[in-house]
């Protein structure tokens, strides 16, 4: 057995659900394309993207003499998880993040990859998000899935729901020709779902639009626009990624990561009475602390708010006084949609009482 069939191999026993060798050159195209997306600033506030154009477009930046790429993919596609009792557990988190942080859990595995290939007298460094790599580009032409309408990486196996993480090599691989064919067809459920219109017809999100950036990256308040498109997702969304029919076709099949309920469902409460020294320790080792604690109260705020559920009313008293001015103002826009909603509430049924009364009258009269 040759070395890149023995690692893709071993891979797989590790727990990855596909594996696929690809070359470690960056087609200009794709370099141009995303820098044609950086200069719209559809990045939004992650200026650090533009500072890695140039190690992104050359892999050799991150392990010299790259020549061969084993693309990885992982699914979180879970079953449904059953709410812990207790607490006040309101909106919806990203899949992904219903385990503890998946970069520290696939970097075992990557770690061990990396110790076959020197066994093999291969130069390998593994990598999951923690260096400047198109990882969905590499994964269509190591032929794991396609480029779909919502941007993300789609799997006729896997579905949507694929974690990926690379392994570089120095192992020189046969040159790739063309990656793997498009699927989508004409649908664009992905598209018409995203409550924001943060997709492109170009198969690219605007980061300003995204409420997966909107509630883990961006920092300070969330634009006013774009606060009712958030809905009811604390943490990320997964809008694009449940409509598509190859995750529905796939299934729930995540084997190797297993979901945590208490993430799943978390309780609201901690992140207004916890200070932040305090959530960081509850929370380490989690997607949580990629906001921090003002902005998974923030958020929180904003789900209150759009879904008026009465058990999370009491925490926007407490956000009121919270230390984050952008928390307290998340709290008093929510206060506003709760008294907003009651009036209207009260309304109807004033109206619906003077229809009543006026049947009354009017039966009376006969």
């Known amino acids: 057995m040759d070395a890149a069939l023995h690692l893709q191999e071993f891979a797989l026993s590790l727990g990855f659900d596909v594996a696929g060798w690809t070359t470690a050159d960056v087609p200009r195209s794709a370099v141009d394309e995303y820098a044609s997306w950086l200069r719209a600033s559809r990045h939004a506030g992650m200026e650090y993207l533009e500072r890695q154009l140039p190690r992104r477009a050359d892999l050799s930046s991150t392990l010299p003499n790259a020549a061969g790429v084993l693309a990885l ?18 909106g919806n988190v990203a899949r992904y993040a219903w385990t503890p942080d998946y970069h520290e859990q696939l970097q075992p595995l990557l770690s061990a990859l990396e110790a076959e290939a020197a066994r093999l007298g291969i130069t390998a460094r593994g990598t999951v998000d923690h260096a ?35 392994l ?12 793997h064919p498009d699927r989508c067809g004409r649908c664009a459920r992905c598209v018409l779902a995203c409550p924001t219109a943060a997709i492109g017809s170009d198969r690219a999100i605007d980061a300003r639009r995204c409420v997966s950036y909107l509630t883990i ?17 604390l943490f990320g969304c997964d809008g694009c990624l449940e409509v598509c029919p190859w995750s529905r076709k796939a299934g729930p099949l995540a084997q190797t990561l297993r979901p945590d309920p208490n993430l ?103």
């Open 168 to 179: 570089l090599t120095d192992l020189p691989t046969p040159s790739v020709d063309e990656a």
């Open 264 to 366: 799943a469902h978390p309780d609201l409460t901690p992140f207004f009475t916890l200070t932040s020294r305090q959530f960081d320790k509850l929370y380490a080792g989690t997607a949580f602390s990629r906001p921090r604690r003002k902005g998974m109260a923030r958020n929180a705020c904003v789900v209150i708010g759009n879904t008026r559920a009465e058990q999370g009313r009491p925490l926007l008293d407490l956000a009121v006084r919270d230390p984050a001015w952008e928390v307290r103002e998340a709290a008093a826009w929510a206060l506003a949609r709760f008294e907003a909603w009651r009036e209207l509430a009260l309304l109807e049924h004033d109206e619906h009482e003077i229809v009543r009364r006026t049947a009354r009258h009017r039966a009376a009269s006969f």
């Open 132 to 166: 400047p790599v198109m990882e969905r580009l590499l994964a269509g032409r190591a032929f794991l899935g396609w480029r779909g309408k919502s941007g993300m990486l789609v799997s006729t196996s896997l579905g949507a729901f694929t974690t990926l993480a690379v």
């Open 217 to 233: 990256e961006h920092r300070g308040p969330i634009p006013h626009a774009l606060r009712e498109g958030v809905g009811s997702w």
């Open 73 to 90: 993919g992982i699914s979180h596609a879970f079953e449904d998880v059953t709410a812990p009792p207790g607490g006040v557990r309101l």
